[in-house]
């Protein structure tokens, strides 16, 4: 696999967090993982930073700030625009794919119900952007 990746995974649920965590370990995946439970404090948590992360991971169902909303000001920022934003969520509802593209989404991933499948999604999104050249801030 390429470069070691920066990432901010945005979920409001601790077990999905937990899930995504455990495929980076058992693989092996070279990332540093910031983690944020709304986009509220994704916000906080991008404007502390030293080092912009280079992928975003997004749900769209949080409490405060949802993951379009999280979105559309994220793309509407000089200074984050340029972070691709994949969104990882249960809804296969096609407005919400839809909206997510035309907000700036640069990937739309429905979230597996099988281990195997999920940990195959997350393979495959570490396997194409540790190859990406990215904007670096």
Known sequence: M?????????EDDEIERMKFKRVCLNNNL????????NGETAFEILNQ???????????LNMPKMNGLEFLKI??????FKYIPAIIMSSS???EDIKTSYDLGAAGYMLKPLRVQDYENKILSIFNYWS?????HQ
């Open 131 to 135: 190859t990406n050249e990215l904007v």
């Open 92 to 94: 296969n509802n096609h």
């Open 2 to 10: 390429g470069k070691k990746l920066s990432l901010l995974l945005i």
């Open 30 to 37: 070279k990332c540093l993982i910031h983690e944020a439970k």
């Open 74 to 79: 994220l793309k509407e920022d000089e200074k």
């Open 49 to 59: 930073l030293q080092e912009l992360p280079c992928l975003i991971l997004l749900d």
